[in-house]
């Protein structure tokens, strides 16, 4: 039997429904995920690895993002 692929994109729609459901600021989510959805939401999350992350971060940085906002 074949498992279902699961994609970025369905993690960051259950941290948007969890900081919904918790009362958490969706406006500091959603600001960040308008730079992580372009990048990965198709991606699958078992294939993510951290050189994935170090060249976004690298990319994100080389267009003026500050360190923090990247980080965050």
């Known amino acids: 039997m074949r498992t279902q692929e699961i994609k970025m ?5 259950l941290v948007t429904q969890d900081y919904r459901e918790h ?6 989510v959603q600001a960040s995920l308008k730079h992580l959805t372009p990048v990965f939401a198709e991606r699958a999350a078992e294939r993510l690895r951290t050189r994935d992350v170090d060249l976004y971060n690298d990319a994100r940085r080389s267009t003026g993002a500050a360190l923090a906002t990247v980080n965050l």
């Open 23 to 28: 009362g958490r600021s969706l406006q500091s």
């Open 9 to 13: 994109q369905m993690l960051f729609d």
